[in-house]
């Protein structure tokens, strides 16, 4: 009996400390009662609660976040928030001391005599509208530029591109700049090309949901168990559910934590994914696997342009102008290319047994199963990433396994509101909001009426994407760079020549940034700028949700934030009227202008399928799910739902709200839109309607492209395959997750992981520090050999978060021709021990 | 309690008439030899790799050597015998017994070189004035051999003061991130980057001293030696002195004594250690200095104004 | 005269001497904090009787892991000694502390493989305050794990509160675990949740052997 009650005891109290520590870092010390502050939102340890998003990967987890005298002293999931339901990683539990990094950036800095010296801001902004003003009078509007990111709020990113766009006032051609691309374009613009291009409509279809309403999880080069943590640990809870049918199928080329969890692994040798994912389409095609009806109303057929070339000319020159092209053909025609693609053939190519391949075949045809495959940087960081995206929506076309609750293609992303701004907002080069491109007249009608600016002041002219932005620095065409939010200086690939261009060209380059960076240390002027909830924000996930934060804290110092800036600079730049750049484009009452921005953007959304949540909602919810849509036109739409609204479910609300988030697209069952299309369109059959692919006839594109081999390949010269990416601790470049003291002692630095076989070879043991070479440089690692990631043999795996060796130096910038997107995945190397 | 302690007589040499100082060139040998020993215990943190270890064990070029009191504390406490460790201490043994055994402490030992400074401190700070029995040492040592066997750890290397100043100066210091840039790379917790490093993140450059508590206990031998007891722990203490002496009895290299150029001026009682060694060839007892605890710091054969003490060769050594 | 001289004079002042700077020495090592000793090292009660704290195997030490004991430390003064917290060991392959041990305190002949090493063995001490076992998706100490797979698994249960996410829990097999303290060293947490201890393998019934023994691992390394 006493036994018993001790072992309750013990196990309840167990219970409690386990959960309150689940809560959070701080709670755990709830030793004594500490008094109750005022207010409702703070808690007995007198810290107020507050909404937030996760400051790092595309899951976007939301947060709650804990401030105490004007400190942020806690972070803990946030259980209202649909993306993660109160769970975080290691890097959302320390997510609180990023803010807090010994050197925090807290006053503007200016490069005189060769080194940065404190400045005012008065002094830092002038110069920066001098600057502009000086370059876009003598060189026009071209030889100015901007590199944001995926990070920046969806506020910053509405800004700063309205902000390009609208130079044409100052500059001697008249019209504006589209010379400003996103981070993203290193990280997901793959899928954004691919997405356009089959369903003509970014984004994806599905929801994290889908998780637990699928089978069978097919992961494409994702090493999710590292990379999207939180979301893995869902993937593996479906499959503790359901041990014997839940499978996981994990595609990659090197053996990782995720390939430890999968029930099949197929590593393959780089590049031959094209391969893979056309045999499984022969298999689909050859056993009849796949959905006729679906294939006949929903999909059309083409045939990609080949030899596109790699983008490793400056301006493209290697690239063909069709590049861009697809030709129609018919399904015979479809099956006739893929039917090259035998069992026999792509495993002698691949490296992949073929038993392996077939059953992996096997399950993603299997009509029984509920298929999701997931994928990011394998797939988009790739020179054919746009072409490997799409043959997986062939995949899913084929078999009808797409926007239903636990089927479909879902590209994941890698930065926390890569969606959000960098999609969305339309922060490329190429692109307007809400899914529309310069080129097209409409479009800048569209844009400008709404900006209240004469269309002829939009440039048509589509910019120069990341790699070309960073040559033409190189190439001196470009004069001024503002680089925001991000750390190029580290992620670009072939390092040493950007670093070079931006030391030695005459290049005025502009760093706004929250700590010293590899990027702040060619900067000719530093911003110190406020970051997460410093400041009011907005982020939009791989979900298609939208979290808002209010400010928590004030920035340190003389911190400001990037939007500021920019408002800033604007008002700097004198037009001829006497006006200010600031009073057209910036026009917003100081008091409320997060909220003037957002309505003014979101009317870029409405009625398109694209809605947006109006202001209010989205700082009330816990993050909300676009299409966000409205039953009758009068409130915010233009389209009218009335007829089919009780047809449509709302897994996010109630039957009956106002207001449905959509969370499986194109689906008559969730789809306000889909319905509506459906009830117009009576001819066409099933539930589901791609009804934003308007230029083909409302088909989703099935598309025949071959294997084509990687931009560079292991030679007798460098005989290695060379991949980079991330680890679970730290995030990007380093500059947040390196700060974190925990962190950093967790992984102090970088290693190169070595396959042991090679490492036997080559006489490296575990600890040698080994010298990684390429054509373009080398840098010198740590071997690591028994680690977390184990390599194919003849390949090795380095992260690119340590600042202090940098792994781009010797990466290649080759590119998709269509996406534009560097390859960080393949590029030959040599390996020396030091 | 007084038969313990003889306070210092008042000498029988009279105090000298004032003479112009002799170059001392044995002195200056030495103190190159001693801060030659110093240097070669740090080499290492410098990235020199032809020395590593202490004074208690080592490895000059490949070879092994040991304090051979270390390796007869090793055997008695673990019960076992070593080839290497036999071997090495060895080659230490037949080293000191040629060049005269207590050679190590005056020539070699680090800790010397603190009794000789506190030689000259013990002159004006000196408290009390007790002398033991320079036969102490002796006793020191049986005891050290019968501990280690009895308790089985190696009494001695546990409180050596030899040891604990040859390991502060083999590992206290570290350059390593320094000279060898990334060896150290698995730092942990250090504050990432920093502002005024030219707005990047370096590996930081330093030397620290990681001196240990140890280090305590030898400055209390110090104070010991300055207050209470000149020469406390060299002269009266130390088993590894007490070992060398034994083994230098029988050493051929000696303070060789010409009698007759001898004139009793005494200036050599003044500046020897162990002073008593000298009394029976001054008095012409014999013509070397026989007494083991004789250091052959070659001090008196510096100071001698007649150049009556000189080194010497003893041939028949084994009598 | 001059014999008894020597022996009553040298006897007392000996006996003196020798007594009380052992009783100190005796008195600074009480505590029972346990050292955990490079690799190769014999059992502690044979290492303490073995090593001559000749320092040498600190100073190959590349990674500044080892440390040496002092004066405060007893008679572990001069001893080499590991704090997982401020670094661990790293596992050199080539054994450059085991390979300058004059005696066998650092026994070369144990170590057949560096993967054998056995320092001790790491335990999650604080199972409330394991991040890894509340759900977070840290897992860190064994990402860290130089013998990953082996030493610590990752075993799977759902996350009750939730019901949508796995818990994924860091189970150490001490078949593996060599207790290089890498685990303790980059846990997160200000007091490592996971805690190398010391230990002896084997200590099971000779002739007995569990089922996972008999039945050949089922799974197998996927490479």
Known sequence: ?????????????????????????????TAEPLKQAAGG?????????????????????????????????????????YSNKGLNCIKGYFLSKILYGEDRLTKPLIRKNGKLEEATWEEALDLIASKYVEILKNDGSNAVAMFGSGQWTIFEGYAATKF????????????????????????????????????????????????????????????MAEMHPVLFSRIVDTKIKDKIHVKLVDLGTQFTRTSEEADLYLQFKPQTDLAIANYFANYIVQNNLYDKDFIETNTVFKRGQTNIGYGLKDGGADIPKDAEAMFPMTFDEYKAFVSTYTLEYV??????????????ARLIADPKRKVVSFWTMGFNQHTRGTWVNQLVYNIHLLTGKISKPGNGPFSLTGQPSACGTAREVGTFSHRLPADMVVANEEHRKKTAEIWKIPVEKINPKPGLHTVEMFRAIDNGKIKLLWVQVTNPF???????????????????????????????????????????????????????????WNKIVEPPGEAKTEIWQMFEVAKRMKLDDGKTLADLIYNYNPETYYKEIWEEYRSFSLGIGKDLAP?????????????????????????????????????EGKKGDDFISVKWRYNAKYDPY????????????????????????????????????????????????????????????????????????????????????????????????????????????????????????????????????????????????????????????????? | MTFLFQTDEKSQIKKNESFTKKFSKWKLVRRFVQTGIIFLLVSPVFGFTFFSGTLISSEIFGFFLTDPLAAADYFLAAKTFSVLVFGSALTVLVFYFFVGGRVFCSWVCPVFLLTELSEKLNKKFAVFKIKPSPNQKYFVLGAVLVLSFATSKPIFEIVSPIGFVSQNLAIGIDTKSKVFGDKISLESGEIYGNLKKNLIAKDVERVRFLFNGSLWFVLTIFLIDVFVVKNWWCKFTCPVGAFYSILGKKSPAKIKINHEACNNCGKCFKVCFVNEVLIAPVQGKSDFVLDGSCTNCLNCVDVCPESALGAGIKKDFWK | MER????????????????????????????NKTYFRPPGALPENEFLSACIRCAKCVQACPYDTLKLGSVTDGKNAGTPFINFREKPCYLCEDLPCVKVCPTDALDIKSLVNIDLVHIGTAVITDREACLSLNGIRCEICYRVCPMIDRAITLEKHEQEITQKHTVFEPVIHKDYCTGCGICENACPLDESAITVLPSQRGDKAKHYQYLREQVKHKKGHKK
């Not at chain 1, 976040?65 to 209202?80: E, F, L, N, Q, Y």
């Not at chain 1, 495993?347 to 992996?360: C, R, T």
């Open chain 1, 1 to 29: 009996m006493e036994n018993f009650s001790r072992r309750n005891f013990l196990k309840s109290t167990a219970a409690s400390v386990a959960i309150s520590s689940m809560i959070g870092c701080e709670q755990k010390k």
């Open chain 1, 41 to 81: 939102s703070s808690d007995q340890l007198g810290l107020e609660w507050d909404k937030a998003v996760c400051r790092f990967c595309g899951t976007g987890c939301g947060v709650l976040v804990g401030r105490k005298d004007s400190k942020i002293v806690a972070t803990k999931g946030d259980p209202d928030c």
């Open chain 1, 164 to 223: 390009m766009r609208s130079l044409g006032f100052v500059s001697k051609d008249g019209v504006g700049s589209n010379n400003i691309e996103p981070n993203a374009r290193m990280c997901m613009a793959s899928a954004v090309a691919a997405f356009m291009r089959t369903f003509q409509s970014d984004e994806p279809m599905g929801s994290y949901e889908d998780i637990e309403h699928a089978d069978t999880f097919v992961l494409w080069g994702a090493n």
């Open chain 1, 347 to 360: 495993s002698e190519l691949s490296g992949v047994p073929k038993e392996k391949l077939e059953e992996a």
């Open chain 1, 490 to 548: 580290q992620s670009m690939p072939n390092l040493n020549r950007y670093r070079k261009a931006a030391q030695e060209k005459d290049v005025f380059i502009v760093v706004s940034d929250v700590y010293p960076t590899r990027s702040t240390e060619v900067a000719d002027v530093v911003l110190p700028s406020a970051m997460w909830t410093e400041k009011e924000g907005a982020y939009g996930n791989a979900e298609r949700r939208t979290q808002h």
């Open chain 1, 615 to 651: 202001y209010d909602v989205l700082k009330e919810k816990h993050g909300v799910v676009w299409p966000y849509v409205h039953k009758t036109k009068e409130i915010n739409t233009k389209v009218d739902f009335t007829e089919v609204w009780e047809n449509v479910e709302n897994p």
């Open chain 1, 674 to 834: 889909a319905a509506k299309f459906l009830k117009d369109h009576p001819e066409h059959k099933g539930e589901i309607a791609f009804y934003k692919a308007k230029g083909n006839d409302y088909k989703a594109v099935v598309l025949a492209v071959p294997y084509e081999a990687a931009a560079e390949e292991p030679n007798n010269e460098f005989p290695f395959w060379l991949c980079t990416g991330r680890v679970l601790e730290h995030w990007h470049t380093g500059t947040m997750t390196m700060r974190v003291p925990e962190l950093r002692r967790a992984v102090p630095r970088a290693v190169v992981n070595l396959n042991p076989e090679d490492a036997k070879t080559l006489g490296i043991k575990g600890g040698d520090l080994v010298k990684i070479s390429s054509k373009r440089g080398s840098v010198v690692f740590p071997a690591d050999v028994n680690g977390r990631s184990i390599p194919a043999k003849g390949s090795v795996f380095i992260p690119f978060f340590d600042e202090t060796r940098m792994v781009n130096e010797i990466t290649i910038d080759a590119y998709c021709p269509i996406s534009k997107e560097p390859d960080y995945k393949k590029c030959a190397v040599k390996i020396e021990k030091v």
């Open chain 3, 4 to 31: 008894r001289d020597f022996l009553k004079k040298g006897l007392a002042t000996g006996l003196v001497t020798c007594t009380s700077s052992f009783s100190l020495f005796a008195l600074l090592g009480q505590d």
